[in-house]
């Protein structure tokens, strides 16, 4: 059994995770942290969990955490920055979920994370944790930066026609919304029902700090600078993320059904979908897939591409539990079978 601990237990991340860990067969949860919670039984924060966890939040130590095989983050920016270092030294893996690692740039993290990078000195070692593109790294990584939510739906679904070199406008556009969760479980007033519910809002037009990542990423798979236009929106559901990508493509004479299908054809968790289809949020909701569909109308040259995800489990903490998989030798989808909620 592979032991975890988890800082920060409090979030929609954590508590994610912890529904996943609980029944993943190969995993014994060793410790949940939370300062302000410390000393509360897990379950009596969370009821979903009654009956699954008997542990009790406390509050983070190296030594306790150094115990454990692997450490999830699941905590806000800077956190990792300062503890990852000494846990890895312990001997245990780090599995960061925040964005502490994921550019490879420490100046350009300042830049957009407003603070500077207290941890520059572990870039190097930082795999990104997007498996259909880094698996093999994955394998032998000590520290996983594992993808933002809006990240991962972007970087799939562009990245057959990236790796292809099949895109010589250059002209790309992320038009992505987001459901609620995404903004934390920590008050915010632009997260209240009446904020939220019944609405729908662009926001960070003027640049989202995920923009730099999703260029990190497009970039190395196209070998070249990458001009792309990303507008979030914040929708009124509670998980999900629907991304639609416009590409234009003048010429362009690819099957490009085919080439998805042959790109993820050995991904446990992307779907691509038949040709035209209209992949819905509630398709993934609870489930560690990517669906992708992709239009092709080749009389005006424009590509349109469809991907849905679940923003806290593909987004964020399935994604984390495939990665820790992959990392350990398991099954890639142990603890990730879970079929996605419908109604
Ligand atoms: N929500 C989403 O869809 C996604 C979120 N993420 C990222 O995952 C991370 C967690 O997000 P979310 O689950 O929303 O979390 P929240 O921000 O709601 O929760 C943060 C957790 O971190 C703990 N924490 C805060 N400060 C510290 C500290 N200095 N030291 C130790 N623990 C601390 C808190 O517990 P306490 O203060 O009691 O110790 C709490 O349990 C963030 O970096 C977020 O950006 C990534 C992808 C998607
Ligand atoms: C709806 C909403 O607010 N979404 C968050 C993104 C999700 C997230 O937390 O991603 P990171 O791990 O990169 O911080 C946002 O736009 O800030």
Known sequence: MIKVGIVG????????????????????????????????????MFPNLRGHTDLRFSVPDVQTLGECDVVFFATPHGVAHSLAEDILNTGARVIDLSADFRLQDAVEWEKWYGQPHGAPGLLPQAVYGLPEVNRAQIQEARLIAVPGCYPTSVQLGFLPLLENNLLPEQMLIADCKSGVSGAGR?????????????????????????????????????????????????TPMIRGIHSTLYAQAPGLAEDLQALYEARYANEPFVDVMPAGSHP???????????????????????????????NLVKGASGQAVQNMNIMFGLAEDAGLKQVALLP
Not at 224 to 234: D, G
Not at 293 to 300: K, M, P
């Open 9 to 44: 237990g409090t979030g929609y991340t954590g508590v994610e995770l912890l529904r996943i860990l609980v029944n993943h067969p190969d995993v014994e949860l060793k410790v949940i942290t939370s300062r302000s919670e410390d000393g509360l039984p897990v379950a009596d």
């Open 186 to 234: 920590g008050a915010s007033v632009g997260s209240l029902l009446c904020e939220a519910s019944e609405s729908m809002m662009a926001y960070a037009v003027k640049g989202h700090r995920h923009l730099p990542e999703i260029r990190q990423g497009m970039e190395r798979a196209a070998g070249k600078a990458v001009n792309l236009t990303f507008v979030p929106h914040l």
């Open 280 to 310: 819905a949020t509630r398709s993934v909701k609870g489930s560690n897939v990517c669906r992708i569909a992709v239009h092709h109308h080749t009389h005006t040259g424009q590509v349109i591409v469809l991907s849905v995800i679940d």
